[in-house]
């Protein structure tokens, strides 16, 4: 009994790492005012360069960084739009929903013979297990607490990722202007603060975490990157930060609640317990949309998210 609850909450922390990367991005970037519904599409184009570039390289952490790039790159597209050009914020988004899973599979395909998905990186080559060595030479690799703490080091790096966004936002003066620009842009602005950089500045870094929840699946989670990979994992990622309330250590828990679902598929599906398969698979999105019905009329998103800013006007 004790070893089954640590195999679910081992892959509960396993499966709600990518999305406690993804939802921080979408934190960071509607707390300066910018919604950002792109971030599956960001998500999805950094699994894939994460996967490429980690068979290619053989090298997990570059493929790491390179992955975040990718998805910071896209992002810059959404600012473009919706912060220089004052674009709808979430036509943007939907667009970038295409543009990323499209610029994937036509990359995918040209750097793998024409294949949909890339081939498997060495198992050699994943995102290491800090812990592995001390479980190991303990003899305790099937134990409780291996189940729970061995885990990659993306999981690790992850909740350091909430301290730290918890740390600038609400701590650092850095911190104080983003959440200003969120709140009120013109007050922020008579006040000397630049609302287009800082807007800038955080849907690039929004797009950066998603880009790394999806290396997060392709290079620890899975050893692959393939079209049906994240498949709407970056939705759910913005369906904890609302339910998180726009907060980096609430989205961290709505993720691990997300999180758990995935692991009750897991395991039901490797037990005796006859449970349709399809029922399994529509599990995490049926609480997903649950925890937003009861939710998300109690949230309180800032005032200026989705609000594009006019510098002088009325």
Request: with cysteine; charged share 10%.
């Amino acid at each position: 009994m004790l070893d089954n609850i640590g195999i679910i909450i081992g892959i509960t922390l396993m499966y709600a790492t990518p999305l406690i990367y993804t939802a921080l991005g979408g934190v960071i970037s509607e707390n300066s005012g910018v919604v950002n519904i792109g971030l599956e599409g960001m998500m999805t184009l950094g699994a894939f360069v994460g996967a490429a570039v980690g068979y290619y390289m053989g090298n997990p952490w570059i493929a790491f960084l390179a992955a975040g790039a990718a998805g910071g790159l896209l992002a810059l597209c959404h600012a473009i739009a919706s912060v220089t050009f004052n674009a709808q914020q979430v036509v943007s988004g939907i667009a970038i929903n295409f543009i990323g899973p499209g610029l994937a599979m036509f990359l995918s395909r040209l750097f793998f013979k024409g294949a949909t998905m890339t081939k498997a990186i060495d198992i050699n080559h994943k995102i290491p297990k800090p812990l592995d060595p001390i479980f190991e030479g303990l003899s305790l690799q099937d134990s409780f607490l291996a189940q729970i703490f061995n885990q990659y080091a993306t999981v690790y790096i992850a909740f350091l990722l909430v301290f730290a966004m918890w740390f600038v936002m609400y701590k650092t003066r850095f911190g104080m202007r983003l959440r200003a620009v969120g709140e009120h842009p013109r007050a922020a602005d008579t006040l000397g603060i630049n609302v287009y950089r800082i807007r800038y500045i955080c849907v690039i870094l929004s797009g950066v975490f998603a880009g790394l929840g999806g290396a997060a699946m392709s290079l620890a989670v899975v050893s692959l990157f393939s079209p049906t990979l994240i498949s709407g994992q970056g939705f759910i990622a913005l369906a904890a930060m609302i339910f998180g309330n726009w907060k980096p250590q609430g989205a961290m828990g709505a993720c691990l609640l997300f999180g758990a679902a995935q692991g009750l598929v897991v395991f039901l599906g490797g037990t005796s317990i006859r449970v349709p398969s399809q029922l399994l698979s529509m599990l995490p999105y049926l609480i997903t949309l649950i925890v937003l019905a009861v939710f998300v009329g109690r949230s309180r998103m800032p005032k200026a998210d989705g609000i594009p800013y006019e510098k002088g006007g009325g």
